[in-house]
Every structure is written in C-alpha cells, then in structure tokens.
C-alpha cells in the first residue's frame, strides 16, 4: 500500500512537479512514463471516474483549474482515500500560497517539495494537518 | 556566472521549441559545470535546485551529485534542506555516491533540531540501500521512541523501508512498534499503523503476536467514529478518514483466517458500516475499507450481508468513482461470495458498456471472473474497439472452456470472427477446426454455418474468420451442395448454394484485392480439396487454381502448381484430397491449451499426476514444508521459494538439483513455462552436470512475476531434459502445488 510517484502537470502536459518513492525507473524512463499517463489523464472528460490503471500502478488524478494532480499507487492502497489525501494536499498549498496557482508552484518549487514531503513520507500519507505540515516550512522561512 | 533559478524558468518558459530550450539548458548545465569545479560554496544551494528543476524537465543531472553530498554536510539548515531534496530526487539507491551520505546522515540523526533529524529521517526512508540500513537501522530505532511526536511519526515510516532492506532487524522493531498504536497524536498513530502494515506484510508470523492489539484498534476506531467533532483531523464532518481507513485495513490483516480476532472487531465494523455518511467522498472511503475488511476477516453472516448492500449501494451510484471501488470491491469478493456476486450481474454487465474505459476494464475483469456453465448464455454482446483484443480472447477462452454443446461453440467462435476477426490468436481457431474435424455430425453444419458467415460478411472478413470458413467449406463443400446435406438443425435457416455457389465464393476470396498469402493458401487448398467432389466444376477449378501458377508468392505458387500436377493423375488425387480423418486431441492439446485453465481442467490431472511421479517438486520455506514425494528417475528438484523485494507479486525460486543415481547427468538443462499472465526469467543454471549422489549441487535461479497475485496461483511447466550415460533423456511434468499465497 504505497504512493509510487506524485506528479503535478498542467493542462498543456508539462510536468511542474515530479516526486517518486519508486527508485526502479531511470529518467528517461520516468519522461515516457509521465508522457504516457498525462495522455490519459487529460483527455478523460470531468464524468469520468478519477483512476486511471496504467501498466501495473494505478494513477488517481484530480484537477484543480489548470493544473493536474497524478498519484501513482498500488493495488492495495485506498483510491477513494488517496483522492482525499489529493484535496488535502492542494488546501495545504492554498494555504501557504493562498490561492495556490501554476506559477506559485513552478518558481516555489522547493518549496512546494518541502509542504508534500511533511504530508507524504516514503510513499505513505504520514500527516493530514494542515497547520502542522505547515510548521517546518514556516520556521523555515523565517529563518532564511 | 550562472544564472539565477527563476531567470532559468523563465528563459525555458519563453523557449518556443524543444530545440530552443535544449540550447538553454545545455547552456546552463555547462556554467553549473564550470561552477562545480571552481569549487564555489557561495551559490551552490541555488545550482542545486537549478539541477532538480532541469531533473524535472529530464535533462541528465549527474553532473551534479557530489554537490548535493556537500550541501548535506554543511551546516545551514536551508542549504541541508536543498541538499536532502537533492538527495531525495537526484539520486537512487543505486548510484555508489551514496555510500559518502551515510555519516552525514548519521551526524543528522543525532541533531539536536528536530526538523534536521526529521529531514534525514525523510530522506533515509526514500533512498536508503541495505547498507545504509544496516549501519543506521539502530538510530531509527532509537528515535521511533523520542518524546518528540514529529519525529516518531518519521521514524515510524523511515523504519518500513530499513526492515524491507535489512529484514533480519525485523525483530527488535516488531517488538517496539506496537507501543506506537498508544500514541495520541494521530499522525504518530497513522504511522504506527502503516509501520505495523508494512511488518505483517513481510512477516506473517509476527501476525499473531500482534492480535491482541485488535481490542486497542477497536476502541482508537470507535473513539475516531463517536468522539465528537475533533477540528484538527476533520475531513468534512468526518474524523481523520485517513487513520480510519489505516486502521480498517490492518484489522483485515489481523482478523483474517482467525475466529477469535474477528469475533472482537465485529461490532465495531458494524458501528463503521452503518455510523459512517456516504455523502460525502470521505466517507465512501471508510466504507470501501470497512467493506473489505468485513469480506476478508470470518464475520458473521448478518455482517456480511451489511457489506454486500453497501457494495449494491456504491454499485447503483451515480458518481463514477464509487461504482469504480465498488467494482473493484466485487472483484477482491467474487473468491469469497460468489453467490452475493452474481445478484448484482446484471448491473455488473451495463458497467461493461460504460464510457469511461477504467470501469469497462473493471467490469469485463469482473464478468471474466463471474462466467460459469450456467450463465454463459448470456454472455452475449457486441464488442468495443478498445477492448477487442483482450475482450474477444477472453470470450474464446471462456466458450472453449464452458460451452454447453458443440454446435453453440461453433456459433460462437464463428460470430467472435465475424465481428473481431483481427485479434483472435491462432489458437482459437486451430481449435475450432480441431472441434469440427473431431465431430462427425457437425460437419455439414459447419460447412452451411461457414457459408452463411462468409456470405454476409465477405467484405469486412478478417483473414482469421477467410481462413476458417474457407477450411470448412474445402473439406465439407459437398455436404452443402450434394444432397447429404442432412437435415438441417433446430433453429437454422436452409442454406440454398449449389457447387457453383461454393467455388463462386471461394473465388471471390481469392480475388479479394486485400487477401493475403495465407489466405490464399487456405482458398487454393480448399478449391482443391473440392475438385473431385465437384465433378461439374472440375474445370472451372483447375482454371482458378492454374491462375496461381505465375504468383510471386512462392508457397502459393508450389501449392497451385503442385495441385496442378495431381489433378493429372485421376488414380491418386482423389484418395489425397479425402477428408482428413480425426485428429487426436492430445496431440493439439500443447498448442491448445489457454494456460489459465490447466490448474481447474481435468484433462491436467493426468499430467500433474506425471509430475508427481517424474519429478518430486518439494515445496516449502525453509524446507520445513511439504515433504517428499519418491522419485522415479535418479532426478530430483527442489524448490525454495522467497518473496523478492517488497512486492508480493514476485517471487524467486531456487531451484536445486540432486542426483540419487550412481551415474552422472550430463548435458543437464531446465526449461519451463507458465500462463501468460505471469513472466518469467530463468537465470543459467550453476553448472551443466549432476555429479553422482549429489544433493543440491547444482542449483538455478528462477524469477516470476504474477500479475494476477492473490488471484491465480503460481503454475509452471517444467521440461528438463539431461543424458544419462550418452542417452538422452526428457521429463516433463507440471508443478502447481505451489503453497498458498505465493
């Protein structure tokens, strides 16, 4: 029951944010994976259901205007949970960037790393809080 | 000097060609370059994320590893937390650097800050290799018992991926990792419950240590569903879905195959599956998982009948998502339930026609899995371009195995044709031809239904179904034409076509513009066939065969002017051109067989009874189950099975070798097979003799891959073949005695 890989694109396919806990894929790998499943994903119209199954992962995806939220897991893991965990993730974001849009995430993008890497450790949901996954990145700002 | 990162993106961004942004970043790598080796410390932090951005984009970033090491180990906090992100996405366990980062990591784990232990923890459990396990396992440990809650959530979740890499420290942390599920702070609990998850996964026997936890998780569970509105974990009205659903799934493990344990956790299933609100998505989570742990642990009857009205209700739902799981859901039940399954076909067959490919794939999954002798009727439907392949394998796979009677299996391989000609395999339709050879009385009916398929599609006809029909009707065109015709069959329109009708249409195939070679193979053979039968036609069909002689295709070339020849000797043509007697099954069944079926087919049993007697397969773990079946030959194989990497779905298998003869086998070699829905990879074999009363010397590794784990156990073929004192000797035999789970 793991996360394999989160991947933040927008509505042209480009990849914003790519983050995997899965370490058997190269980079070149990885740009024909993301390619693929972003075809997929984007031209599935708004009634359609939010999983995709793509070779042995399943991708639950979720829009937010223009920008694209993909979660690659396994077959065990809860994919209504995993579309929740989605949500929470893009309040946290909105939180800290209030009205969270494509550019805060490209020119924050550490940033952006740091806020998911509280929420998602190792590929498990390891903090649902908005306030405290917040903590780290804010001390973190005040120091710097 | 190099630019800054957001001058970078914005330069990429302004880029209106690939070419253009290549150049950008081709430039930038070689001022990082040039900045790595100058050895500058100032603006090192800002290069790295450079990197991780080019990363991003899929530009190579090797260049830039040491940099990030070097990041790690100074001081800032700013500058480690980009050099851990650098970690964590430049670099994979794979890459030897990564030996260097152990001490850094080491200092980290000991920081007296909490969110540098923290960021260490984080990155440990993403990219940490078995050494680095090995020599930082003992920290974890320590800091999964710190007074600090953020750090024994980390650590909890670090500690999974150290006990994967380095299973033997599994005991000290099996030990430790229930006081976790005490904690207060529910993030600590979630990932108390993860680590707990991830631990019975890999070690089953630790399951029953962990049972009487279940009470404890029941009152956690019930506080999360009764206690009142909690503001800091609530999703929509709902308190911590998250934890709910963590906690929901290891009660599945815990109460599985256990009475007592299940007993305990009954009531508040109960509580969950009725208390818990299905309007909002949270909720259809909770109850998704509620749904499964009902259906895998022993609940009682009223329970279970509880959880298959929630799965109606999510199968009846408007939203897409939720008849998603609930399909899914049934899929995971239908080896339980079969029966509570089945109430919702009808629903389940409408999922099959839906727009949305994810719950088609679903549902045809299900439908697949649902198919018995007593519903196959109904399996009738016109298919669908995306899934013609794989829907009409399925279908003649499912006719061959469960077809009432032959005639419907003919109709129902011929329609299959008629509509997905293009991805039937080859063996769908030897067997089909198989089937009327072998069946006497069918013949005429074959011929007419052939007729009548190619009649209304020869347009659209695929290769599969000309090649098929074109058979039928060369070896049994008579029996529609003369007036052996026989009766016609129950429901079937008369047929009107006389010897000219059949060679009109065989000459139509021929002359289809798109025919292939092989096609006209099948079309010249069957005019030939019919040339004695045919005695008006003869001539028409020698002009039609003769046309063939100039092709540039050579085998149809020989054909027609090899049948040209025997037309020529009136005493031996006719006994050639006979109908072809019976074929024997068995001598099909090789290429025959769909591979799924042979574990449930009865004609296997004779064959795994051989493997028994040719081959002792010894299973067991640790050798310690399963014992020996006497072996016949001086040949035996054992198998040891283990579970490779964290994924239950692969498996090696070492297989070793012994030699109870007083000669040795020489020239030794292992071959094996399985279904196609799983892969294999044999390793070469340590040597290529037996010595003498030898045990285990000689030993090959095997790895499969089984994509439908947890639903089709682990079969193989096996076919050794080796010579004993000059002669050659081959065993064969079938192994699907596997224990189960694996």
């Known amino acids: ?144 | 000097m190099t630019l800054r990162l957001r001058d970078l993106i914005k330069q990429v961004r302004q880029c209106k060609t690939a070419a253009e942004e290549r150049d950008v970043i081709a430039k930038e790598s070689a001022a990082l370059r040039q900045a790595f080796k100058e050895q500058d410390g100032t603006y090192r932090h800002r290069n790295v994320a450079k990197l991780m951005y080019m990363h991003m984009l899929g530009y190579p970033t090797h260049f830039g590893q040491m940099e990030t090491l070097k990041l790690i180990a100074s001081a800032g906090f700013p500058e480690k937390r980009v050099g851990y992100l650098g970690l964590m996405i430049l670099l994979d366990e794979r890459q030897e650097v990564l030996m260097l980062v152990t001490n850094s990591l080491k200092n980290d784990l000991n920081s007296r800050n909490q969110y540098t232990v923290g960021l260490a923890l984080c990155a440990l459990g993403n990219i940490c290799s078995s050494e680095m396990a090995r020599d930082l396992g003992p920290e974890v440990e320590r800091l999964l018992a710190s007074q600090n809650p953020y750090l024994r959530k980390k650590a909890a979740l670090c500690a999974s991926r150290v006990l994967r890499k380095v299973p033997d420290m599994l005991e000290s942390f099996a030990e430790r990792a229930p006081t976790l599920l005490e904690d207060r702070s529910h993030s600590v609990l979630l990932a108390g419950v993860t680590l707990l998850l991830d631990i019975c996964a890999q070690a089953p026997q630790v399951v029953e240590a962990y049972r009487p936890h279940v009470p404890l998780l029941c009152r956690v569970l019930r506080s999360l569903i009764m206690g009142g509105f909690a503001p800091d974990y609530d999703v929509g009205g709902i308190n911590d879905p998250f934890l709910q659903v963590a906690i929901l799934r290891l009660l599945r493990v815990l109460g599985r195959g256990n009475a007592e344990a299940s007993d305990a956790m009954s009531d508040v299933l109960a509580q969950v599956a009725t208390n818990t609100d299905s309007a909002r998505n949270a909720g259809n989570a909770i109850l998704y998982e509620c749904v499964q742990t009902i259906m895998a642990v022993e609940s009682i009857g009223g329970l279970r009948v509880l959880a298959v009205n929630i799965l109606g209700r999510f199968l009846g739902n408007k939203d897409n998502n939720i008849r998603y799981v609930a399909l899914n859901t049934l899929a995971r039940v239908v080896s339980v339930d079969a029966a509570a399954v089945q109430r919702h076909r009808g629903t389940i067959v409408d999922c099959v026609k839906d727009a949305d490919i994810s719950i088609r794939r679903r549902a045809l999954e299900l439908v697949y899995a649902l198919v018995n002798e007593g519903n196959i009727r109904t399996l009738t439907r016109d298919c669908d371009a995306e899934f013609k392949p794989d829907l009409s394998n399925k279908i003649c796979m499912l006719v061959q195995r469960y077809a009432p009677d032959k005639r419907w299996y003919i109709d129902s391989l011929l329609q299959v044709l008629v509509q997905a000609g293009a991805y039937v395999k080859d063996d769908a339709c030897r067997a089909l031809i198989l089937l009327v050879v072998n069946a006497a009385q069918l013949h005429a009916y074959a011929a007419r239904a052939s007729y009548r398929a190619l009649t209304a599609n020869l347009a659209a006809a695929q290769p599969s179904l000309l090649m098929v029909a074109t058979w039928c009707l060369g070896e049994y065109g008579e029996l529609l034409a003369g007036s052996a015709g026989g009766k016609l069959l129950e429901g079937e329109e008369p047929v009107a076509a006389g010897a000219a009708d059949v060679v009109g249409l065989l000459e139509a195939v021929l002359q289809r513009p798109s025919a292939s070679a092989a096609v006209h193979e099948y079309a010249l053979t069957a005019l030939a066939k019919l040339e004695p039968k045919f005695g008006g036609q003869a001539q028409r069909i020698k002009g039609l065969i003769a046309a063939f002689a100039q092709s540039t295709q050579l085998e149809v070339q020989t054909r027609s002017v090899e049948y040209s020849r025997l037309f020529a000797h009136p005493a031996i043509g006719p006994q050639v051109l006979e109908h072809i007697p019976p074929l024997e099954e068995s001598a099909y069944d090789a290429s025959l067989e769909p591979g799924e079926g042979a574990a449930a087919a009865g004609g296997a049993a004779a064959s795994s009874a051989n493997a028994a007697a040719d081959l002792a397969a010894l299973l067991g773990l640790d050798a310690g189950l399963g014992g020996g079946a006497p072996a016949a030959g001086p040949l035996t194989v054992t198998f040891q099975l283990s579970k490779a990497g964290g994924d239950p779905a692969a498996t090696d298998i070492l297989a070793s070798f012994s030699n109870s003869g007083d000669a040795p086998l020489e020239a030794f070699t292992l071959q094996a097979a399985v279904p196609k829905q799983m892969t294999l990879k044999l390793d070469p074999a340590s040597a290529g003799a037996l010595p003498p009363h030898s045990a285990g010397a000689v030993s090959q590794r095997l790895h499969v891959h089984n994509s439908l784990h947890g639903q089709k156990a682990l079969v193989m073929r096996l076919r050794i073949s080796y010579q004993l004192g000059g002669a050659p000797v081959l065993e064969q035999g079938e192994v699907s005695n596997f224990p189960a789970g694996w």
């Not at chain 1, 399943?58 to 949500?87: C, P, T």
Request: with cysteine.
């Open chain 1, 1 to 144: 029951m793991t996360i394999k890989f989160v991947l933040l694109v927008n509505k042209q396919g480009q990849t914003r944010l790519a983050k995997y806990t899965d370490s058997s894929l190269t980079t070149d790998e990885r740009r024909a994976l993301e390619a693929e499943i972003v075809r997929k994903c984007l031209t599935r119209v708004d009634k359609q259901c939010n999983f995709v199954e793509h070779r042995s992962w399943k991708v639950v995806y979720r829009r937010y205007a223009s920008l694209f939220f993909l979660v690659g897991i396994d077959d065990e893991e809860n994919e209504l949970g995993i579309l929740e965990m989605i949500h929470c993730v893009v309040e946290t974001l909105d939180k800290w960037f209030s009205n969270v849009c494509e550019l805060d995430i490209m020119f924050s993008l550490e940033t952006t790393h740091h806020i998911i890497d509280e929420m998602i450790a190792n590929g498990c949901i390891v903090e649902t809080n908005k306030a405290n996954a917040l903590t780290p990145v804010q001390l973190l700002e005040r120091v710097s």
